[in-house]
């Protein structure tokens, strides 16, 4: 079995990077194709893996096909690649916005589809993925799907509709995360830290905090109490975040990214 991906940019070498890593594919039997010579030369020298400029080599030597390409890019990539589809080819698509019924629509009913959001943390191995399989794929082919999503993150299974929601929360979210680390290193550097060792104690925190949520099981509320000691430092911060409308700040900003996600899906 070999891995293909149509479109060699940032996240598809990502996700090449950690597959390789892991041990589920050796470079060589994985394949990409880009019409940009310098994609090439640079997916070739980062994972060392075949390249061309034929998408319909790629279909040629492999079983299973990411779809990396950009959303307006799928109508042309896909017309001239949907003559040469096999009945073993699996397509895992990262496209968004575009939906199994564009898809099957693009390719035909027949055709092997996993739609996948992933996002970007899977260029250091924690990406998050949410996977909807279309009616043709087989329950072994969908496990196939998560265990390549899962070599560099984290990947469940997850019902079409809510992958607008899923766009707004972990596509879109890693952006909220920096906007936070980027706003607690300017604290820091109010309070008079040096500007690298700033980014250096707001980024750990964070990701220490991420850390004990999905390790200890533990409410984030639960865990957020337990630092708030009564009279204390930790609860006045919240209390001037809550009066700045944090967590409201935080749920608009998903639903827009959401409502942006619902948008572009009429936008074909």
């Not at 891995?3 to 892991?22: D, E, Q, R, S």
């Not at 020298?45 to 034929?54: E, H, P, S």
């Amino acid at each position: 079995m070999k891995l293909g991906f149509i479109g060699c940019g940032v996240m598809a070498n990502a996700m090449m990077g950690g597959i390789i890593k892991a041990g589920l594919y050796k470079p060589e039997d994985i394949w990409g194709a880009d019409p940009f010579e310098g994609s090439r030369e640079k997916t070739k020298a980062q994972n060392g893996i075949n390249v061309t400029a034929d998408n319909k080599e790629v279909l040629d030597n492999c079983d299973t096909i990411f779809l990396t390409i950009k959303p307006q890019y799928f109508g042309d990539v896909i017309s001239g690649i949907k003559d040469d589809v096999k009945p073993n080819h699996l397509f895992i698509s990262i496209g968004a916005g575009r939906t199994l019924e564009y898809l099957e629509e693009q390719f035909g009913e027949n055709v092997k589809i996993v739609r996948v959001m992933p996002n970007t943390p899977a260029q250091v191995g924690e990406g998050m993925a949410a996977a909807c399989p279309n009616k043709n794929v087989t329950e072994e082919e969908a496990q196939r799907a998560i265990e390549i999503l899962s070599s560099f993150g984290k990947a469940e299974i997850m019902p079409e509709n809510l992958f607008d929601i899923v766009t707004g929360v972990s596509g879109s979210g890693p952006a909220y995360v920096f906007m936070f680390i980027e706003a607690l290193a300017d604290a820091a550097v109010v309070g008079g830290m040096p500007r690298n060792k700033a980014y250096t104690f707001a980024a750990q925190t964070v990701l220490g905090s991420a850390k004990m949520v999905l390790e200890t099981g533990k409410h984030p509320g639960e865990l957020k109490d337990m630092v708030c000691s009564p009279a204390g430092t930790t609860i006045a911060g919240v209390r001037e975040l809550e009066a700045a409308g944090f967590r409201t700040a935080v749920i608009e900003g998903v639903m827009a990214a959401t409502d942006k996600s619902i948008e572009m899906q009429s936008a074909k």
